[in-house]
């Protein structure tokens, strides 16, 4: 997609917002192969350790604002949305935002 995004190369302490499903909705009818999904979260701050081979994406790039619509699970437009990133009710995503 032309976005740049680092791999983490050695484990590192960070501050995150980690998001917590508290709702799903997944639509009855099939669109293109999948049932998309609808999410509310619950976001809070966490210290957690990256380990080696996390990947970061910056957002200070040309495509930040794309990375941040398909990375926001609630997004209409993300990959939550088109179940490239897995949810349920009740359960922490894999992705997290890094706060610096």
């Known amino acids: 997609m032309g ?3 680092e791999q983490v190369t050695r484990v590192q302490k960070a501050k995150v917002e980690r998001y917590k499903v508290t709702r799903l909705y997944r639509a009855e009818k099939e669109w293109e192969g999948i049932h998309p999904v609808n999410v509310e979260t619950d976001v809070y701050e966490d210290n957690v350790e990256l380990p080696i081979g996390s990947w970061l994406v910056p957002l200070a790039q040309p495509l930040g604002n794309l ?14 949305n088109f ?18």
Not at 67 to 80: D, I, K, N, R
Not at 83 to 100: M, T, Y
């Open 83 to 100: 179940c490239v990133i897995p949810a349920e009710e009740g359960k922490e995503l894999f992705v997290s935002r890094l706060i610096k």
């Open 67 to 80: 990375v941040a619509t398909l990375l926001e699970p609630e997004s209409v437009c993300g990959f939550v």
């Open 3 to 5: 976005v740049h995004i």
